[in-house]
């Protein structure tokens, strides 16, 4: 198990250490200023997307399915059910993301202030109202009421544009963990691990090659809100760069795409049956996150790139060995509840959750204590991420780290469960943690800021856990 | 998961142990030698951990933890084939 999901973690490990240089690239360039809040955000939302699928549920759906077929009706089947998926995926993806563009135009329409254009192309935008410097008409602007027409505020005017912009990632991210999923069911696990190197690769190349390109004759504090939109178009460049990188070992191993109509298929009725309440289930820290974001972003100035830059810290050692095990484990355990050896599942389970409980106890321990020097080693460089903004990053990574072990216990409890055939368990207990933290995130973040977020998801996944556990104990019953 | 539930006591236990020496540790570092440079915040951060994970690493052994010995064995295995 370590040896085949050590591959794999090598191959995480360089991708998340890709996606903190992501971050760091980032954070110089945007500081905590409301710029980044409002990409934060921006990315938040197709980005739930990729952790949903690319590392939870319709992998998590997908893969006991199309290893079955392997086994059950061989490679010829195997090959022709993953073509009706990719098709299926393709259309309804291509369907939300036509209606989530019509919705946010709209809501542009209506709330983007009286004599700014909404064309990115004339540039009035940035040069009438967005630009860095203006922090007054920020936060007077955050007073006005939101409902009225015309007077959405310069963040949520700017989030909505960027949103516009990256929400057709979602498709590509689909298609990609599609992909990913085949190949780790045929026991590649190196190479889509570093599809995602790729992707932090063409981001970190928007920042330094594309973003100076945006802008250029503007004055040096209407510039920011002009270049982040070269940020967003490099979210969207590094999807396209992830998806092709998977093709050739999938090409190798004998897939070709053909069209396989999706209706009435069904290996496809099988796997939305399984996927939709798992995207709840396996992604309930997604969801939460991008919630809490929301609220986070009319509160207050800064909360959002805070918390997120935390949340990128955390994601290091949970992406490194909780995903990796949890990728690794999905295929494992299915293939062991398909044998109905469940002495050797529960064996595999322990194992793998001893493992994870090891490694990241000690990683949530050392993020608590040495937060600020760590926060302060990779991000505070520059103009724009002073010391002020070390202090709140360390201070949401101190609420937010306790939970990592509970963060990643939760993730591979939850696999088990779907291993077993059983999505609904999860998903009813994580619907419950979503409550009880949406709401003590939004009680918590008036008097806490960006700490508040932290310590409900830290206080929810524990939550999650026991929960899991306990359900796992009746079953066994 | 009784097994499970075993293992984590001393667990927990190292693991703080390893959290007050590594808050001792960047404490200490702070005070004699501060955060000027780029090397000097590395070792903030990277001395201090490094000190706890070892002895994090090492109560872990001594207890005999089955996740520790697991991947020490793994790690060694690796280091002997190269």
């Known amino acids: 198990m370590l040896k085949a999901s050590g591959a794999m973690a090598a191959a995480t490990l360089l991708s998340r250490v890709l996606g903190l240089m992501r971050e760091q690239a980032y954070m110089f360039f945007l500081g905590t200023t409301w710029v980044n809040d409002a990409f934060q955000y921006a990315f938040t939302v197709p980005n739930l997307f990729r952790r949903l699928l690319g590392e939870g ?3 998590a759906a997908f893969i006991p399915i199309f290893k079955e077929k392997e086994k059950t009706h061989g490679e010829m089947e195997m090959w022709k059910a993953s073509n009706a998926v990719i098709s299926g995926l393709l259309v309804s993806a291509s369907v939300i993301v036509a209606i989530v563009l019509v919705l946010v135009s709209l809501a542009l329409a209506f709330g983007t202030p009286h004599g700014i254009s909404q064309s990115l192309a004339d540039g009035g935008l940035h040069q009438t109202i967005l630009s860095t410097d203006t922090n007054a008409a920020i936060s007077a602007s955050e007073t006005v009421h939101f409902w009225t027409p015309g007077q959405f505020p310069p963040k949520i005017v700017l989030m909505l544009q960027l949103l516009r912009v990256m929400f057709p990632y979602m498709i590509l991210v689909c298609l990609t963990a599609v992909m990913m999923g085949m190949l780790n069911a045929r026991g590649h696990f190196f190479i889509p691990a570093m599809g995602a190197a790729t992707l932090n690769v063409v981001m970190i190349a928007s920042v330094y090659w594309l973003a100076p390109k945006f802008g250029v004759g503007l004055p040096k ?10 940020l967003a178009y ?244 | 998961m009784s097994p499970l539930r075993d293992a984590l006591r001393p ?72």
């Not at chain 1, 920011?224 to 070269?230: E, G, W």
């Open chain 2, 11 to 82: 667990l927990v236990l190292a693991a703080l142990l390893a959290g007050v020496i590594a808050w001792g540790g960047w404490q200490w570092w702070e005070k004699f030698l501060g955060h000027a440079s780029l090397a000097l915040k590395i070792g903030a951060v990277f001395v201090p951990a490094g000190i706890a994970g070892g002895v994090y690493w090492l109560l872990a052994m001594t207890c005999k933890i089955p996740a520790a010995k697991e991947m020490t064995e793994f790690a060694l295995a690796k280091f002997r084939k190269r």
């Open chain 1, 221 to 230: 504090e209407q510039k920011l809100p002009v270049q982040i939109f070269a």
């Open chain 1, 234 to 477: 490099g979210v969207l460049a590094a999807g396209v760069a992830q998806a092709v990188f998977q093709l050739p070992t999938l090409w190798r191993d004998g897939f070709r795409y053909r069209w396989v109509s999706p209706w009435k298929n069904e290996t496809v009725r099988r796997v939305v049956r399984q996927m939709v309440p798992g995207t709840i289930g396996v992604a309930a820290f997604q969801i939460n996150v991008a919630l809490v974001q929301l609220v986070a972003l009319f509160v207050g100035t800064g909360i959002v790139s805070s918390f997120n830059g935390a949340v990128r810290l955390m994601e290091l050692p949970q992406g490194m060995f909780g995903i990796s095990l949890a990728t690794f484990l999905l295929p494992t355990l299915s293939g062991l509840a398909a044998d109905k050896n469940y002495p050797e599942f529960r064996a595999t389970l322990r194992n793998g959750l001893a493992s994870l409980m090891f490694l990241n106890l000690l990683a949530s321990v050392l993020l608590v204590v040495l937060a600020e020097p760590i926060v302060r080693l990779l991000f505070e460089h520059g103009e724009k991420f002073t010391a002020g903004s070390t202090a709140r990053v360390s201070f949401a990574l101190v609420c937010l780290a306790p939970g990592l072990v509970a963060f990643s216990t939760a993730n591979i409890l939850a696999r088990a469960f779907y291993a077993l055939g059983d999505t609904r368990t999860p998903m009813k207990i994580s619907l419950v943690c979503l409550t009880i933290n949406f709401i003590a995130a939004c009680l918590l973040m008036g008097p806490l800021r960006e700490g508040g977020p932290g310590i409900a998801n830290t206080f929810t996944s524990a939550i999650n856990v026991g929960l899991l556990l306990f359900a796992e104990k009746t079953r066994q019953a």
């Open chain 1, 57 to 59: 549920a319709l992998t």
